[in-house]
């Protein structure tokens, strides 16, 4: 699964927007990847503050 940096994530949702299998949802103003995400990596480049990585 992902890793998202709440620190640098601003809640902007375009990885829950771009993931094709609802992998991310945003709570409180931040995104969390959840047990959907099958590693594909397409939000990786997609975060505007480079907020994902993957392990
Ligand atoms: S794309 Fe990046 S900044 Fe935007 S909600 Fe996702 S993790 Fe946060
Ligand atoms: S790595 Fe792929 S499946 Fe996982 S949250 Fe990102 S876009 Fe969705």
Do not use: Y
């Not at 709440?6 to 103003?29: A, F, Q, Y």
């Not at 995104?31 to 480079?50: F, H, K, L, M, R």
């Amino acid at each position: 699964m992902i890793k998202i940096d709440s620190k640098l994530c601003s809640g902007c949702g375009t990885c829950k927007e771009i993931c094709p299998v609802d992998g991310v949802r945003i709570i409180d103003g931040k995104a969390v990847a959840n047990e959907q995400c099958i590693d594909c990596g397409t939000c990786v480049a997609s975060c505007p503050t480079q907020a994902i990585s993957q392990a």
